[in-house]
C-alpha cells in the first residue's frame, strides 16, 4: 500500500463514534519504528514497575503500622479525605496493585526519561484500534493486532462480567471504552456512575480517578462490595498508586536500603536510571547546616531565585487533584518568565498541607522524524517532532504467579517547538513497531 493508501485505510476505519470525543489528531502513514534496544527494554520493563508498585504497596503499609518511618504515610496521605484513606489500608484490598500500568515515557537527549506512572490510563481503547488498524494494513506493531484486547481481558481472571465505570471527568474516553467493550464481546459492558447493578463474582474496571468520588454516586456502592470479596475492582481503591511523590520516595536517601531489599540491586539502579531526580516540595524548615539535595538550596523559597538556564525544572500536582493529570498542573521553569515561575512556587508551598507539588529534572525530548498525511492537499508532510511513548502493561494472575503482558505502545509526537507532550489537534498518535 502507498503511504496514501495507508492514512485512506486508517481514517477511513475509525469508528463512527470517534475514539476521543471532541479531539483530532494527525494520522501517520507508518507506525512509530523503535530500535531494537528499546524495544528490547520495553519488553522488560513491566516486570520492573510492577515489583516497583509492590514495593510501594508495602513501604505504605509499614509505614501506616509504624514499621517504617511515619512521614511516608504522612506524606502520601496529604490532603485525602479519611473515609479513603480507611479504604485503601482496608484488609481485602491489602496486596493489590493496579493491573494496567502505563508510564510516560520520554525519548530524550539522554536515552529514556520515564517521567511519571498512570494506573488509570486513558488510551487503552485508542491504542488497541491503532495496533489492530495498523496490522490490518500488513505493519508489524508491538504487541500484535490483538495484544491489547487480550492483555486487557485476561487482568479479570474468570470473573463472568466486566462493568467498565467511566465517570463524567473522564467521558472524553468513553468512545475509546465503548469500543473496546464492542471489540470483547458480551462479556463486557459499559456503565456510567450511577450503574449500580453489580452481581457477586463479577468484576468492575474503575475508569475514574480517586479525587472525584463526590462527582461518582455509584462509587460507594461498588468499593464496599469490594471490600466485602463480593466483586473485584481494579485499580484499587488506593490513591497512594495515583502519586506522582512516589519518584520522590524513589530517590530519597532514607529509603535506599529499603528499595534495595524490595527491588533488588538490579532493578533498584534501573529504575533510577529511568526516573528523573525529583524531590517532593515540602515546605518543612531544614536544621541551619542542611541543604535541599543535588538543589544545594536550603528553603524552597530560593527556588524562585534560580535563573532561567537552572531551571531546567518540571513543578507539577503531586496527585488527587483535577489538575493532576494531562499538561494540567505543570509547569517548566526554563519555559516561564520570573514572575511566573515564582508565583508557580508560592502556590506549591502554600498548598502542601491540602495538594503537595513534586519538582522533578526535565530533560528535554529529542527531535524525532516523523510524517503525517495532510488529507487536505493529500500530501505527506514530514515532520520533526518530540516523542512520548506510552507502553500498557497488564497485570494478570495472582501473587507470586502475576506476571505482565506488553500489549502495544502508543507514540505521541508533538511539533518540535511544543515543550510539553501530551495529546493535541497538532500531535501524531501511531502505534509503535519495531
Given at each position: 500500500?502507498t503511504?496514501?493508501?495507508?492514512?485512506?485505510?486508517?481514517?477511513?476505519?475509525?469508528?463512527?463514534?470517534?475514539?476521543?470525543?471532541?479531539?483530532?489528531?494527525?494520522?501517520?502513514?507508518?507506525?512509530?519504528?523503535?530500535?531494537?534496544?528499546?524495544?528490547?527494554?520495553?519488553?522488560?520493563?513491566?516486570?520492573?514497575?510492577?515489583?516497583?508498585?509492590?514495593?510501594?504497596?508495602?513501604?505504605?503499609?509499614?509505614?501506616?503500622?509504624?514499621?517504617?518511618?511515619?512521614?511516608?504515610?504522612?506524606?502520601?496521605?496529604?490532603?485525602?479525605?479519611?473515609?479513603?484513606?480507611?479504604?485503601?489500608?482496608?484488609?481485602?484490598?491489602?496486596?493489590?496493585?493496579?493491573?494496567?500500568?502505563?508510564?510516560?515515557?520520554?525519548?530524550?537527549?539522554?536515552?529514556?526519561?520515564?517521567?511519571?506512572?498512570?494506573?488509570?490510563?486513558?488510551?487503552?481503547?485508542?491504542?488497541?484500534?491503532?495496533?489492530?488498524?495498523?496490522?490490518?494494513?500488513?505493519?508489524?506493531?508491538?504487541?500484535?493486532?490483538?495484544?491489547?484486547?487480550?492483555?486487557?481481558?485476561?487482568?479479570?481472571?474468570?470473573?463472568?462480567?466486566?462493568?467498565?465505570?467511566?465517570?463524567?471527568?473522564?467521558a472524553?474516553?468513553?468512545?475509546?471504552?465503548q469500543?473496546?467493550?464492542?471489540?470483547?464481546?458480551?462479556?463486557?459492558?459499559?456503565?456510567?456512575?450511577?450503574?449500580?447493578?453489580?452481581?457477586?463474582?463479577?468484576?468492575?474496571?474503575?475508569?475514574?480517578?480517586?479525587?472525584?468520588?463526590?462527582?461518582?454516586?455509584?462509587?460507594?456502592?461498588i468499593?464496599?462490595?469490594?471490600?466485602?470479596?463480593?466483586?473485584?475492582v481494579?485499580?484499587?481503591?488506593?490513591?497512594?498508586?495515583?502519586?506522582?511523590?512516589?519518584?520522590?520516595?524513589?530517590?530519597?536517601?532514607?529509603?535506599h536500603?529499603?528499595?534495595?531489599?524490595?527491588?533488588?540491586?538490579?532493578?533498584?539502579?534501573?529504575?533510577?536510571?529511568?526516573?528523573?531526580?525529583?524531590?517532593?516540595?515540602?515546605?518543612?524548615p531544614?536544621?541551619?547546616?542542611?541543604?535541599?539535595?543535588?538543589?544545594?538550596?536550603?528553603?524552597w523559597?530560593?527556588?524562585?531565585?534560580?535563573?532561567q538556564?537552572?531551571?531546567?525544572?518540571?513543578?507539577?500536582?503531586?496527585?488527587?487533584?483535577?489538575h493532576?493529570?494531562?499538561?494540567?498542573?505543570?509547569?517548566?521553569?526554563?519555559?516561564?518568565?520570573?514572575?511566573?515561575?515564582?508565583?508557580?512556587?508560592?502556590?506549591?508551598?502554600?498548598?502542601?498541607?491540602?495538594?503537595?507539588?513534586?519538582?522533578?529534572?526535565?530533560?528535554?525530548?529529542?527531535?524525532?522524524?516523523?510524517?503525517?498525511?495532510?488529507?487536505?492537499?493529500?500530501?505527506?508532510?514530514?515532520?520533526?517532532?518530540?516523542a512520548?511513548?506510552?507502553?500498557y502493561?497488564?497485570?494478570?494472575?495472582?501473587?507470586?504467579?502475576?506476571?505482565?503482558q506488553?500489549?502495544?505502545?502508543?507514540?505521541?509526537?508533538?511539533?518540535?517547538?511544543?515543550?510539553?507532550?501530551?495529546?493535541?489537534?497538532?500531535?501524531?498518535?501511531?502505534?509503535?513497531?519495531?
Amino acid at each position: 500500500m502507498t503511504a496514501a493508501a495507508v492514512a485512506a485505510f486508517v481514517r477511513e476505519r475509525m469508528p463512527a463514534a470517534g475514539l476521543f470525543a471532541g479531539h483530532e489528531w494527525r494520522v501517520s502513514p507508518v507506525p512509530f519504528s523503535l530500535e531494537p534496544r528499546l524495544t528490547k527494554e520495553l519488553d522488560s520493563l513491566g516486570r520492573v514497575l510492577l515489583r516497583f508498585y509492590r514495593a510501594v504497596n508495602l513501604l505504605y503499609r509499614k509505614s501506616a503500622e509504624g514499621k517504617q518511618p511515619e512521614w511516608i504515610a504522612r506524606w502520601l496521605d496529604l490532603g485525602k479525605p479519611r473515609e479513603l484513606l480507611e479504604l485503601q489500608r482496608a484488609a481485602s484490598f491489602k496486596n493489590e496493585v493496579p493491573r494496567v500500568i502505563r508510564p510516560d515515557l520520554l525519548l530524550t537527549e539522554h536515552g529514556v526519561s520515564v517521567t511519571e506512572l498512570d494506573s488509570v490510563p486513558g488510551g487503552i481503547g485508542l491504542t488497541a484500534w491503532l495496533n489492530q488498524t495498523y496490522a490490518q494494513a500488513g505493519f508489524e506493531v508491538l504487541g500484535g493486532a490483538e495484544g491489547m484486547l487480550r492483555g486487557f481481558a485476561n487482568i479479570f481472571g474468570e470473573s463472568p462480567a466486566v462493568r467498565l465505570v467511566v465517570s463524567e471527568e473522564s467521558a472524553t474516553y468513553r468512545p475509546e471504552m465503548q469500543w473496546l467493550c464492542e471489540q470483547l464481546g458480551a462479556r463486557f459492558t459499559i456503565h456510567n456512575s450511577t450503574f449500580d447493578n453489580y452481581q457477586d463474582g463479577e468484576a468492575v474496571y474503575r475508569f475514574f480517578e480517586l479525587f472525584d468520588l463526590a462527582n461518582v454516586p455509584n462509587a460507594r456502592t461498588i468499593f464496599a462490595l469490594a471490600a466485602a470479596n463480593r466483586i473485584r475492582v481494579t485499580p484499587p481503591p488506593k490513591p497512594v498508586f495515583e502519586e506522582k511523590m512516589l519518584f520522590a520516595l524513589l530517590w530519597n536517601r532514607h529509603l535506599h536500603g529499603f528499595w534495595r531489599q524490595e527491588l533488588g540491586d538490579g532493578y533498584f539502579k534501573r529504575m533510577r536510571q529511568l526516573v528523573p531526580y525529583t524531590w517532593l516540595v515540602d515546605p518543612s524548615p531544614l536544621p541551619p547546616h542542611a541543604a535541599i539535595p543535588e538543589l544545594n538550596l536550603t528553603d524552597w523559597q530560593q527556588l524562585k531565585s534560580l535563573s532561567q538556564k537552572e531551571r531546567d525544572l518540571i513543578l507539577k500536582v503531586s496527585g488527587f487533584s483535577a489538575h493532576a493529570w494531562g499538561a494540567r498542573g505543570v509547569f517548566l521553569g526554563s519555559d516561564l518568565s520570573h514572575e511566573a515561575w515564582a508565583n508557580a512556587v508560592d502556590d506549591a508551598i502554600a498548598h502542601f498541607e491540602q495538594s503537595p507539588r513534586v519538582l522533578q529534572r526535565y530533560h528535554k525530548p529529542a527531535l524525532v522524524e516523523a510524517q503525517w498525511y495532510d488529507f487536505e492537499h493529500n500530501v505527506i508532510v514530514p515532520m520533526k517532532g518530540r516523542a512520548r511513548l506510552c507502553p500498557y502493561y497488564f497485570v494478570s494472575g495472582e501473587g507470586d504467579a502475576a506476571r505482565t503482558q506488553l500489549g502495544g505502545v502508543l507514540a505521541t509526537i508533538c511539533p518540535a517547538d511544543k515543550k510539553i507532550i501530551h495529546g493535541m489537534s497538532e500531535a501524531i498518535f501511531a502505534p509503535c513497531g519495531g
